[in-house]
């Protein structure tokens, strides 16, 4: 069952606030003991120059060139990067962040769609809901170099998974923002089988402009959707924790709650101009670690994909 804004409806019905493709499943979650499981920040497939590229809009100049050629082939790239088996083992399910749907600055693609489709998954995009003609106010000048989706651009943004296993109670979640109203932030949860457990799974993109406080908001309401204290699940995404305190509360947080990540404080999950931080995350609970890693290199995006591979305690 689907659960969001309009309530509840049979999957995989479409409703206005998730998009979803279904195809076959290639496995039986129930037949499995061990998956990998993915988060990557993909930034619309644009490519990993974030604060280049920005300093080079306020110069008058839009770059990359050739918008959706560039994003083609960067979903391709990170198609073959998740199925090759070479960067990192090949995925099972991967959550996306800043999934553009239709936008500009993504050349019109639907990154979600696109990449599922070249992965043979099936994926649903949760759309941010961005307002129309609202302009952003000022923010932190650090965090002023991202491109802004235009006024009136009918695409959105949005948080997807992409799944080769079937993707069950699927949940919109709304969270708390006030930092930059014309940027909602959102999440999403969903369940798979896995062996004759359910593994409850949580995909988050939290607002960066927030200070510690705002941020821990965030994160407590997507803890709501963890449902009994004992179920296997995983909270994963991009949390952006751009500051060793961020870090160090966010961690605080997710463990308080009987989360656990094998991530070291400070693992480079993002990067530009030569700096590097501990933005990605993957917590879990009720699982065991088989390996992890952060696939690097991977130009697609200004992140790199973070992932775990986990298996069933008993």
């Avoid at 509360?249 to 480079?268: D, I, K, Q, Y």
Wanted: charge should be neutral.
């Amino acid at each position: 069952m689907i659960t969001g804004k309009s309530g509840r409806v049979p999957f995989p019905e479409d409703s206005a606030d998730i998009e979803f493709g279904q195809i076959e499943p290639r496995s039986s979650g129930a037949l499995r003991s061990q998956l990998v499981i993915a988060s990557y920040n993909i930034r619309y497939g644009v490519g990993q120059f974030l604060i280049s590229t920005g300093l080079l809009r306020r110069a008058g100049f839009n770059l990359p060139r050739r918008r959706p050629e560039i994003v083609r082939a960067n979903i391709q790239l990170a198609a073959n990067a998740f199925t090759a088996g070479l960067l990192l083992p090949p995925v099972d399910i991967l959550a996306l962040q800043e999934a553009d749907r239709g936008t500009a600055r993504a050349g019109g693609h639907h990154v979600a769609r696109e990449l599922a489709e070249a992965m043979s998954m099936s994926w649903l995009h949760v759309p941010a809901g961005i307002p129309r003609g609202q302009l952003p106010k000022p923010r932190q000048w650090w965090l002023d170099f991202e491109e802004q989706i235009e006024l009136f651009d009918q695409g959105d943004t949005g948080v997807a998974l992409l799944s080769a296993l079937q993707l069950e109670e699927v949940t919109r979640i709304d969270l708390p923002w006030e930092e930059c109203p014309w940027r909602p932030r959102l999440a999403v949860g969903a369940t798979v089988q896995l062996g004759s457990q359910s593994l409850r799974i949580l995909n988050s993109h939290i607002d960066p402009h927030s200070g510690p406080g705002g941020q821990i908001e965030q994160l407590e309401a997507v803890l709501q959707h963890l449902r009994l204290p004992d179920e296997p699940a995983v909270v994963l995404g991009d949390f952006n924790t751009l500051s060793n305190r961020k870090c160090i509360e966010t961690r605080r947080l997710l463990e308080s709650r009987g989360l656990t990540t094998p991530f070291p404080t400070g693992t480079a999950t993002w990067r530009g101009a030569g700096i590097r931080l501990h933005a990605d995350w993957i917590f879990m609970r009720g699982v065991k670690v088989v390996r992890w890693g952060v696939a690097r290199p991977l130009a697609v995006s200004d992140h790199w994909p973070i992932w775990l591979e986990l298996g069933l305690l008993s």
